[in-house]
């Protein structure tokens, strides 16, 4: 049995997040590996703080909140036109090099982006990488919760015509994995900087180095 369709985090599985360094670099030199990790760090902490307390706000907010913060314990000041302007790095995030061919090379699956960004986020980033065609987009900003809470992947599944056995779900990130197989998702781990898989008493259904062989059903 092979799967009907694919479920994709976009940040970090699909996108390579710490390519706004160069950007970085260019308004603060030498800052662009320290600001891009620290923003990532405290991204992905300030939505999980947020879902925690129930206080729900857009990942937009979140990952600009992030950004202030990183600058400042970087040691880098900012003004808000500087701010503006990295943010709208976000937008222009590099995929992966096999991403691009997903849909040529997977022509008959359902091919779906679920993410914790905003489509406002999403639309822009898909539309600078000519990948808007081949990909469904979902947002957990529809409904008002984030990945890993289990609310957010039923909604992913409700939205697509698929059942629960037929959805492969991917993400680089642990905790999204762990999220999606609690769910009961299938889940692939892109792994793509050959790191450990954490103990978190749930293990991944694939371990993939990167999109480029997808494997099929167990």
């Known amino acids: 049995m092979s799967y009907k369709a694919y479920i994709f985090d976009a940040y970090g599985t699909l996108f390579d997040v710490h390519s706004v360094m160069d950007a970085i670099h260019d308004h603060f030199p030498d800052k662009g590996p320290q600001v891009s990790e620290q923003w990532r760090s405290r991204q992905i902490h300030y939505f999980m703080v947020r879902q925690l307390i129930d206080g729900y706000v857009s990942f937009d907010q979140v990952t600009r909140w992030a950004l202030k913060d990183a600058l400042v314990s970087s040691g880098a000041e900012a003004d ?63 409904p008002k919760v984030y990945k890993p809470h289990p609310d957010a992947y039923h909604f ?13 779900f991917f993400s680089s990130n642990p905790w999204d994995v762990a999220g999606a197989a609690q769910y009961g998702f299938d889940t692939a781990w892109v792994n793509r900087n050959e790191q450990k898989w954490p103990e978190l008493g749930i293990e991944p259904t694939h371990i993939l ?7 099929s059903k167990p």
């Open 80 to 142: 808000n036109e500087t701010i503006n302007h990295l943010m709208k790095q976000y937008e222009k995030l590099k995929p992966y090099d096999e991403v691009p061919f997903l849909k040529e090379k997977h022509p008959e699956k359902e091919l779906t982006i679920f993410s914790n960004g905003t489509k406002s986020m999403l639309k822009p980033l898909l539309d600078n990488n000519q990948l808007a065609e081949s990909f469904l987009q979902l947002s957990a900003d529809t």
């Open 156 to 168: 992913a599944e409700d939205k697509l015509q698929a059942s629960q056995d037929e959805i492969l």
């Open 209 to 215: 180095h990167d999109l480029t062989d997808i494997p």
